[in-house]
Structures are given as C-alpha cells and as structure tokens.
Nanobody, 119 residues
Framework: VQLQASGGGLVQPGGSLRLSCVAS????????MGWYRQAPGKQRELVASITNGGSTNYADSVKGRFSLSRDNAKNTVYLQMNSLKPEDTAVYYC??????????????WGQGTLVTVSS
C-alpha cells in the first residue's frame, strides 16, 4: 500500500491550491483519511480529517477556508485550500487508516508536498 500526494506549490496570499492524495495497493477498505502539516521549526499538526462516511473535522486555524472531501471509488482525498495565508506555509502530509486485504490495519502516510504562501 502506498499514498501519493500531489498539488503543492507556490501561491500568493489570498490564493488557492488543491491537494490530492491517492491510495493504492492491497486495500480492502479505508477508514479515516486526511492531512497533517509541518511548518519549519514546528510540530506536525492535524489540518483536517474525514471519515469513510464523509464526516469532517478541521483545525480551528483553517475552518472556513479549507474544505476536505474524498472519492471512495478512487481511494482519493482532496484538500481545497482557499484564502491562503503565509502561516499556511508548510509541508503537507496525507494519511489514511487502511485495512489491507490481509486483514492488517495500519496508518499510511504520503511523501509530503510543500505549500508555500508568499508574495
């Protein structure tokens, strides 16, 4: 099983970006999916998560600006980021709580994608 994240880049303050993360491999089912981020010199923090039923949870710092969704048929989670601020600059990591076809359950992580918000 592996997660592949994409969509990071450089954007001006107030701009938007959309991150994607697709899970592939010997997957039986996926429970929670979501994104963490880690800014330079700071601890990794949860940005947003979504259950397989579609219930979402957001960090207070991104509520109203970020929107998380998933496509269960494609094993993909999307993070739409609007009204970006310089303090959103970080490496963003996707994760998935996956039940494999061998009935083992693990948290998997993507490779990280850099989001830089700067003028």
């Amino acid at each position: 099983v592996q997660l592949q994240a994409s969509g990071g880049g450089l954007v001006q303050p107030g701009g938007s970006l959309r991150l994607s993360c697709v899970a592939s491999g010997s997957i039986f089912s996926i429970n929670d999916m979501g994104w963490y981020r880690q800014a330079p010199g700071k601890q990794r923090e949860l940005v947003a998560s979504i259950t397989n039923g579609g219930s979402t949870n957001y960090a207070d710092s991104v509520k109203g600006r970020f929107s998380l969704s998933r496509d269960n048929a494609k094993n993909t989670v999307y993070l739409q980021m609007n009204s970006l601020k310089p303090e959103d600059t970080a490496v963003y990591y996707c994760y998935s709580d996956i039940l494999r076809t061998d009935w083992r359950r693990y948290d998997y992580w993507g490779q990280g994608t850099l989001v830089t918000v700067s003028s």
